[in-house]
């Protein structure tokens, strides 16, 4: 076996394609004791699949929590936009297997490459594990889960989140900074999650905060936001709307005035929501979101959807994304199929959402809605999305941006590679814009 490859960061360590024995792929697990591979050595040699992949990812996952946990609990709640999450709570109840993947991906501690192979292991393991399988995890695919938890989490002993990004967070809240400052500059040509995560620690802050930590938050918002308003995607600007909605509401005059000018530099009172339905609303949808990418998604889901149901008939404007995000999420499913009571209650509310509704979707949504673009894999995921559009006939949109339009006009043809690519392409452009 060739010489065991050093770390190199987000992109974990080498270990060449063709290499599949799991003794061979565990032996590259810097962070594993001996006795711990060899647990999983020994599981798969006695043909004990499930439990040697169970072992590797449930290790790998509970040190990838760990690492996105010296944040702090507070930050990570910040980015979740979670006012349930405190420094109180746990890294383990707070967070699903998904959204790990998804924050770690977000902060840098994984790559691209590596966020979509844990995707994939993820979803290998919540299928074999659930209820809903009807075969015991093949080797194929344990040796599939195995290899991504040692690659891109096991491989290091130590992962270290690397602290620039903390300590802006800490100028953000703690310095009024000017538009030329290096690391303003850089944020301004920063990828749109980096964007998202700037905004979710203002917004907190200015909600939560007072004293010199609320100016500075203000201060900074107001310094950003005309540079990077146009490329925020749209539920971000509702968060800034449903911000100033909630600020003064609750009386925070500071607060009110800082995020009322900044709102009047970009035109931005169409993101603020007249009333409190929203956030049920939005609440609901995110409950669909996190069922759906747990265990037994397929079982649980169908109690969540018809709650989100239940709400009403009519979605208010700024829930609207969330909703049809949830939706299309359970209605497409997953590469196992769809959980079939949860499905049909969605594409019910699916196909009551107007003809307007769905055009705003896809001319202003669908680019920046990294789930739904996910999604778009697959020749049974794609002709479901065709059918709804079909069946609703909502197939003869035009006009939309370039790349919308491309997006849209497969799905419609039933392109399944085109519209997967055009998918995939977006979706990295969401880390790269």
């Known amino acids: 076996m060739s010489e065991v490859q050093l770390w190199q960061g987000p992109d974990g360590v080498s270990i060449p394609s063709n290499v599949n024995d799991t003794n061979q792929i565990v032996s590259y697990a810097s962070y594993l004791t001996e006795k711990q591979k060899n647990q999983i050595v020994a599981a798969f040699e006695i043909e004990a699949y499930d439990m040697a992949a169970e072992y590797a990812w449930k290790k790998a996952i509970v040190k990838l929590k760990e690492t996105i946990a010296t944040l702090g609990m507070k930050f990570i709640g910040e980015m979740l936009g979670r006012t349930d ?7 383990d109840t707070a967070l699903t297997d998904y959204t790990t993947i998804q924050l770690a ?3 840098g501690v994984i790559g691209t490459t590596a966020a979509l192979k844990l995707r994939q292991a993820n979803e290998l393991i919540t299928h074999f594990f659930s209820k809903e399988a009807s075969e015991d995890i093949d080797n194929v695919s344990a040796v599939q889960i195995i290899k991504s938890s040692v690659q891109y989490i096991l491989g290091e002993a130590d ?5 620039e990004f903390s ?16 690391q303003v500059e850089q944020l301004i040509n920063s990828p749109l999650f980096y964007l998202r995560t700037v905004m979710s620690i203002l917004l907190s802050s200015i909600k939560n905060d007072k004293g010199a930590k609320l100016e500075h938050s203000l201060a900074n918002l107001n310094l950003l936001i005309e540079s990077i308003w146009s490329h925020l995607g749209e539920i971000d600007k509702w968060n800034i709307g449903t911000a100033y909605r909630d600020v003064t509401a609750a009386g925070s005059t500071i607060a009110s005035v800082g995020l009322k000018n900044a ?10 929501p007249e009333n409190l339905r929203s956030v049920t609303f939005k609440k609901a949808a995110a409950a669909v979101i996190e069922t759906h990418f747990e265990f037994n998604n397929f079982y649980n889901e169908p109690s969540v959807v018809r709650k989100l149901a239940s709400l009403g008939s009519t979605i208010p404007s700024p829930a609207l994304i969330d909703c049809i995000q949830a939706y299309l999420a359970v209605y497409l499913g997953n590469s196992y199929g ?3 009571r949860a499905a049909q209650i969605a594409e019910e509310k699916l196909s009551n959402i107007s003809r307007e509704r769905w055009y705003y979707y896809f001319e202003k949504v669908i680019q920046d809605d990294n789930i739904v673009l996910s999604k778009i894999y697959g020749a049974r995921r794609i002709e479901r999305f065709k059918n709804l559009l079909l069946s609703n006939r909502l197939n003869d949109f035009q006009d939309f941006p370039r790349d919308n339009q491309q997006l849209y006009n497969a799905i419609i043809e039933n392109k399944v590679q085109r519209a997967q690519a055009i998918s995939q392409a977006l979706e990295s452009r969401i880390k790269k814009k």
Do not use: C, M, W, Y
């Not at 999450?85 to 890294?91: N, Q, R, Y």
């Not at 300590?167 to 290096?182: A, C, G, Y």
């Not at 709102?263 to 603020?272: A, I, S, T």
């Open 85 to 91: 999450i405190d420094e109180f709570s746990t890294i």
């Open 105 to 107: 991906e977000q902060l």
């Open 159 to 163: 992962i270290s989140i690397a602290i």
């Open 167 to 182: 300590q802006f967070r800490e100028r953000l809240l703690n310095e009024t900074l000017s538009i030329k400052d290096p």
């Open 263 to 272: 709102l009047l530099k970009v035109g931005g009172f169409d993101f603020v």
């Open 338 to 340: 769809v959980s079939h």
